[in-house]
């Protein structure tokens, strides 16, 4: 993906008033799809000019995401995509455990909300038929937000969608997306089923083992990741 042209298409998110608050959720929203690299330098002129916006209004969405631990600025050299370590994977992975199976766990009916859940594992469905494996594992991020989205609180979206954006960051030390993202298309699936039925123990019993697997693949990715650069 482009990076540029993509920020360009999103020019019209802005509407008559462009700020920071804005500006900050269409570069995080490129970062959860995959479009900047951990350590990637963010040019300021291109962004800028893609968005039509002002420095100011730029510089002040860069302080929100350094904030939000998903940029680094490094004096002399600017601001970077920050890269993440395995620590920072157990850490986000203890938080998904605390977050998400509470929400599955406590669920008793089928839910409201769930056109949500089905539609990330619907755009999971496609995505696998057309061999897109990145566009798999950010339909799978949508999996997991759709289901903090069971609980009906802003705020738990809203840190979600945080974890979610890390954990995009965290994911590039996979080699090959395929073999990463593919199997957990059939883990939503089931995830779904139970749902549908209201059986929460059931779907928090998968989700729980579907977290241990994910996070133990992301820190042998981390070591070996290591070890390359060694």
Known sequence: MNASLS??????????????????????TRIIEGAFQPGERLAEDKIVKALNI?????????RLLTHARLLTHEMNRGVF?????????RDLYRVRR????SVVGA???PPAGLAQVEAAVTEGERAERAGQWRELGTAN???HQALIGLAG??????????????????????NDPKRFHAPYLSRNQQILADLREGDGPSAVEKLADYLTVAENQLLTGFATHAKDLS
């Not at 995509?81 to 994977?89: E, G, I, P, Q, Y």
């Not at 605390?98 to 199976?101: A, G, I, K, N």
């Open 7 to 28: 920020l360009e298409a999103d020019r019209a998110l802005l509407g008559r008033i462009s700020t920071a608050d804005k500006v900050a959720e269409i570069l995080r």
């Open 54 to 62: 002002s420095r100011n209004t730029l510089r002040e969405a860069f």
């Open 81 to 89: 995509v920050r890269s993440l370590t395995a620590d920072d994977v």
């Open 98 to 101: 605390m977050l998400e199976c």
């Open 107 to 109: 669920i008793t009916a």
């Open 141 to 143: 991020m949508h999996f």
């Open 153 to 174: 609180s802003p705020r738990l979206d809203e840190m979600m969608q945080q974890i979610i954006a890390e954990l995009r960051l965290a994911f590039h030390v996979m």
